[in-house]
């Protein structure tokens, strides 16, 4: 299949109610864990390479492996089931979550990386159970001493209050940050960046591309801070 970005795109733009459609569905067991996948790919350029890896990737029982086009069939119909949709619309919307969604957010993993080791940091990748059971994108140390745990997020997951299926989104953001400090001892923060201007949203005090969690997110899933 060739991805068609426009496309896909487009029937995101169509169908912006779709969310609570859309959050019953996306979970690993259906989709598997796409940024773990990412980085298993060797973090792909394009959206069409990592599709190819994606749909090719299917050891039958293996939880950190893609799904068979045939896979995102299903998922695509289950949508429309839920949504009245057209087939069409439901795959490209599904195709949208799954490969632009997936290779857009990689590409500021990759950026995140760069910026790091600029300042003589070291960058280890979570395996697959850091990240699903974590939420951990990205490892910090110096000196071979881990200071921090990342998550790494767009603009928008901060954006409004009013989507109940954001805020649970952000809550199990939280709920995965708490295990993560248990677990390691050390903090964890997020970045956030910004599709709009391709760059990491500083903080307007601290002027640091890291922001503490309770500064942005309450434990109800309400974002407490405007992102300008």
């Known amino acids: 299949m060739v991805i068609i970005e426009a496309e896909l795109r487009e029937a995101q733009a169509k169908h912006k109610d779709w ?17 773990y996948l ?9 959206y069409q390479e990592f599709y190819n890896k994606y749909t090719t990737d299917t050891e039958v029982g293996a939880i950190d492996s893609g799904r068979s086009q045939e896979c995102l069939d299903d998922i695509a119909m289950r949508l429309k089931e839920l949504t009245d949709g057209s087939f069409k619309d439901c795959i490209n919307y599904t195709l949208k979550k799954v490969v632009l969604d997936t290779v857009d957010g990689g590409k500021y993993e ?12 070291d960058i280890v990748e979570p395996t697959y159970y850091e990240d699903s059971r974590y939420g951990i994108d990205k490892k910090v140390y110096l000196d071979g001493r881990l200071l921090c745990c ?13 989507n109940e299926w954001l805020k649970i989104e952000r809550r199990n953001a939280i ?7 248990d677990r390691y001892q050390v ?11 391709g760059d990491f949203v500083k903080h307007p005090v601290s002027r640091k591309i890291t922001w503490k969690p309770e500064t942005i997110l309450d434990n109800y899933g309400n974002s407490q801070y405007n992102i300008k």
Request: proline share 4%; glycine share 6%.
């Open 19 to 35: 969310d609570e459609a859309w959050h019953k569905l996306n979970n690993m067991e259906y989709l598997g864990n796409c940024s």
């Open 38 to 46: 990412y980085r298993k790919y060797g973090c792909p350029e394009t």
């Open 110 to 121: 990759r950026l995140f990386n760069t910026t790091m080791t600029a300042y003589g940091l």
């Open 150 to 162: 990342i998550q790494i997020k767009p603009k928008t997951f901060f954006i409004g209050n009013k």
């Open 175 to 181: 709920y995965k940050i708490d295990k993560c400090s």
């Open 187 to 197: 903090p964890t923060y997020f970045v956030i960046y910004d599709k709009a201007s």
